[in-house]
């Protein structure tokens, strides 16, 4: 009897230690169960993923989510709801590794010590580090960086960038970019590290964008943006891959319904305008993802 009942009870906490989670089960079990894909993205990484006016989650990477969803409806032939949660750039890695959400898709970039805690897909972006700056700052050159106060989010490359080209620079951690681009314009840091594209979008959008500027010319780092999932989920991870890529090459091919969704947030009326130069580096990463992979058939795209 008490045999037993050890064995029940032991069988029950197997099956709660994550909440609305079986033991052992896959990302596509779970959304097969659910019916829900539950994905973490970011408030303020504009235009990858940010909020709207309305409150809304938006962007060029919650797109790539919405293409992934498609994509697990055709395989699967139900119809499944794409829940957007809003998550800081120490919350995903942690929320990932708990379970509470499915993937993460925003701005993030692959490091190898990320790497050790969840799995990356392909990128589908590239950017960089820089730092906006006032208009007229020297700052720039590495050893101009010694002793100034650098806006940084914590656990994000940017940070390592700056730490890495300037051990010498004073960083100070903001939780959000709007409370680092605020504290740049009341003079209490003398420059905010992020990625490239996010620096340009904040100055494209800003009231006074002449009294501010992005540098160095030459980044700091380059990276791919790339989507992250939980480890040992390798039929969801192709899935996301897939997707990805059929996105990619349609864009490169100049698919309509594809190129429309890169305009929607890259283009001449986008969130984020990128000038010709920027385009091609954006395609030409893209394409070097394509040429490692067998090509999508068109009826496909």
């Known amino acids: 009897m008490y045999k037993n009942l050890a064995i029940a009870i032991f069988s029950l906490t197997l099956t709660t ?3 609305g989670v079986a033991v052992g089960e ?6 097969a169960r659910t019916g829900v894909l539950t994905a973490g993205t970011s408030r303020d990484a504009t235009p990858f993923a940010y909020a709207d006016e309305q409150g809304q989650l938006i962007g ?25 949660v809003a998550v800081t750039p120490a919350q995903r890695i ?11 898709c925003d ?15 392909v990128s589908y972006g590239a950017t960089g580090t820089q730092l906006l700056v006032k208009t007229g700052s020297n700052l ?13 989010l914590a656990q994000t490359t940017n940070e390592q960038a700056i730490k890495r080209v300037q051990p010498q620079a004073k960083l ?8 680092g681009f605020t504290a740049l314009q009341q003079g209490k840091i003398d420059a905010f590290s992020s990625d490239s594209i996010l620096l340009e979008g904040w100055l494209q959008k800003a009231k006074n964008p002449d009294d501010f500027a992005i540098v160095p010319a030459r980044p700091y780092s380059r990276e791919g943006i ?17 997707s990805l890529v059929k996105f990619m090459q349609g864009f490169v091919n100049n698919e309509n319904k594809y190129v429309t969704i890169f305009d929607r947030w890259f283009g001449a009326k986008g969130a984020v305008f990128l000038n010709q130069d920027l385009r091609d580096l954006m395609k030409e990463t893209m394409q070097l993802f394509i040429e490692f992979r067998e090509e999508i058939p068109q009826r496909d795209l």
């Open 17 to 19: 230690v994550i909440p």
């Open 26 to 31: 896959t990302v596509m079990q779970k959304v």
């Open 60 to 84: 060029y990477s919650v797109d790539m989510l919405s293409v992934i969803k498609q994509q697990i409806e055709k395989e699967s032939g139900k119809k499944i709801q794409l829940k957007l």
């Open 94 to 104: 942690p929320k990932i590794v708990n379970r509470q959400v499915d993937i993460v």
């Open 107 to 121: 701005a993030t970039s692959f490091t190898w010590e990320r790497d050790k805690k969840v799995d990356f897909s």
């Open 140 to 152: 720039g050159l590495p050893e101009s960086l010694i002793g100034k106060r650098i806006g940084v």
């Open 172 to 179: 100070v951690y903001f939780k959000s970019r709007g409370e």
């Open 226 to 242: 790339a989507c992250m999932v939980p480890e040992n989920n390798s039929k969801f991870l192709d899935v996301v891959n897939y």
